[in-house]
């Protein structure tokens, strides 16, 4: 058996491993116990992909490998790829990979990636299938049926969904109906969005969830939300019913480095605002996030990390095993595995306490028109965000976009919101959609100048957040102090934590406190 030399370095104290049994120094606990300790707090995992189970788990000395991988890295959960790519793993090499992990001591999945499925999609070609073709919609179906034959529990990454526009897609999109099998069934609109969002629903029910509980009674679904929240609605996800249908969800948090010129140009704060609002919608069917080691250094990747943290995540799921073996995919996961202990400890107090601050509704399948994400770069403005799906009535103090005018009855909520003194932040985008229905003149009204370019509010001054800030936040009892790109998290019954996205360090100044925070760091405490 080959010797493992362990990097990891944990409060000054070196551990060694020896293939997949981990030894420990006598005076500290080495990530692997500290994981598994803390699994019912917060969970880490990783996916093999179908092509890693083909290349990495065929053989016992890959096998041996990765579980010392994930030992080394506190993962104790493990999810092995059925399919991805047109590509189907072997059944053999599935079940002998499950064994060998869950004698390990690790909880194992299956998972589903539904790119190169069948006849090819009009759009991006060599990813994504036309999902109206009947043959397509079988072989959907069998590979489902595999899955579910090989486990319990089976994600589905984030490429469920459409972009087909071909002749039968657009003689369908104008029957205005759904063809599964022998079924139809009505669509509501004429709009892409419209026959996109039945026609995955209604797959999700007919051909996944339906024939894997056929052949496996207990198995349960993973829907995965990919991490571009507000063009979801366009390619047929839809959170209300796909959640309602399927057993559990799971939310993408991989934002990257937004100076990435391959990956960038999301917020490190999306992480946060898309765990929460998809963990609103789904409750207790929320699992947990998901990132990658694309387009991050080690800065980068942890803060995905925290995010998910304080997103209130029960599992953090790193994409993807042989991904991290390459390029910064080892750096990354050494700087996670440093992080870990302060990790897990925060993702304790994250489960004791609730986020306070500006409720930010966004309805599900809402169109950010010239707002794209808005709520990413309002967080980024340091000001402390509650997201949510239904209209915030009972919040101390809230903020409002375009998305807001998908809630047919918004005017009427929203004038009685203001007339109950609340702080409001409205965009200057909705403010003008408004006018002449709802009263915007009252002192505790405040128009976020967005100016369809919310990528701009990253170069407000510091004077000008200062000014924005305090009206806002003073029901919540608190005054903060910071220039841009410095967010800020409040907890009840009491908590806060103050992250820094720039790369160098910060001068803050919290409820008269003064703080200095070390550049893409954190402070925090909780009581
Ligand atoms: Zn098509």
Redo the contacts with the bound molecule.
Sequence with gaps: MKIWKLAVFLAGICCLSRGAEVVETKSAPNLWTLARSQARIHRFATLFSAQDVRDRLSTDAGIDRAIAWCQRTGVTHVFLEEFRDGYQADRAALRHAKERFQAAGCVTSGCVTTTQVG?P??GWKDTIS?Y??PVTQQRLQAIFEYAASLFDEIMIDDFWFTD???A??EAARRARTVTIGDKTYPVSGDTWEDYRRELMDRLSRDRLLGPAKRVNPRVKLIIKYPQWYDRFHERGYDVVRETADFDRIWVGTETRDYTDPRWGGTVPYEGYFIMRWLGGIGGAKCGGGWYDWLGTTERTYVEQARQTVLGGARESLLFCYGGLQGTTGPKDVEALRANLPELLEVARQVRRHAPIGLAAYKPPNSHAEDESRVFDLVGMMGLPLVPCHQFPASAPAAFFSVHALKDGDLARKLAKFIQAGKPVLLTDGLARRLAGQVTLDARNVHILPVKGDPKSLLQLSQTELDEFRAPLLRPVKTSFRAPGRVALYLFKPAGWVVENFNDEPVEVELNGRKLTVEPRGWRWRWE
């Design positions: 006849k999609s009009t036309c109206t073709d087909c526009t071909c039968e897609c």
